[in-house]
């Protein structure tokens, strides 16, 4: 490291003068005069930076407004982004929501449907029937009031079959767009 630097010698000690030899040939009016001019252009130069200043601030103001201004429209569009996504996702689950029930109600159908259907397999052919009602009378007699409830059970399940999506859309608009998005099928042919 360095030593200090000594600042105590004569060269640092500086010279002492007044204004009077500067100033020897020159009047105390004249000097006056000189002070009051300088004094003068340097207020009228403060003047100047004065609205300088001002503008430069007016200036500024002008865009810290137009940038207050151009966050808050940001801030609004991102609020009501957020607003339509949630209800589009408030739209979204309520859809979920009535096609999962309505997915309920069809299993549940499908599966009384089920019993109908195991029911209807375990009865007797056609001609087993005829041969079981030649048979015996009273079987005959059995099966005319069975026959008659089949019937109406078939016509029931037929007529909610069309009830059905002539009362919940979502049905009509399903089998619409399934309609639009099957392509024909090939068929396969038998060797």
């Known amino acids: 490291?360095?030593?200090?630097i000594d600042m105590e010698g004569p060269a640092y000690?500086?010279?002492?003068?007044s204004?009077?030899?500067?100033?020897?040939?020159?009047?105390?009016e004249t000097v006056a005069v000189r002070e009051i001019a300088?004094?003068?252009?340097?207020?009228?130069?403060?003047?100047?930076?004065?609205?300088g200043d001002l503008r430069l601030l007016g200036n500024i103001d002008n865009e810290l407004e137009r940038e207050y201004e151009e966050l808050r429209k940001q801030e609004e569009e991102v609020v009501n982004k957020l607003k339509r996504k949630r209800t589009d996702d408030q739209g979204k689950g309520d859809s979920v929501r009535h096609q999962r029930a309505l997915w309920d109600r069809?299993?549940?159908m499908r599966i009384s449907m089920q019993k109908l259907v195991t029911g209807y397999s375990q009865l007797l052919e056609m001609e087993g029937k005829l041969e079981l009602c030649?048979?015996?009378?009273?079987?005959e007699k059995a099966?005319?009031?069975?026959?008659?409830?089949?019937?109406a059970a078939v016509d029931c399940l037929l007529e909610l079959k069309n009830a059905l999506p002539e009362q919940n859309t979502a049905i009509t608009e399903a089998s619409a767009a399934n309609v639009d998005v099957e392509k024909p099928r090939k068929k396969r042919q038998m060797k």
């Open 1 to 4: 490291m360095r030593s200090d």
């Open 13 to 17: 000690a500086g010279r002492r003068s």
């Open 19 to 28: 204004r009077s030899p500067v100033f020897e040939g020159a009047d105390e």
């Open 38 to 51: 300088v004094d003068v252009d340097d207020d009228e130069d403060d003047d100047d930076d004065d609205d």
């Open 106 to 108: 069809a299993l549940e």
């Open 134 to 139: 030649t048979s015996d009378s009273q079987c």
């Open 143 to 151: 099966y005319h009031p069975l026959t008659k409830s089949a019937v």
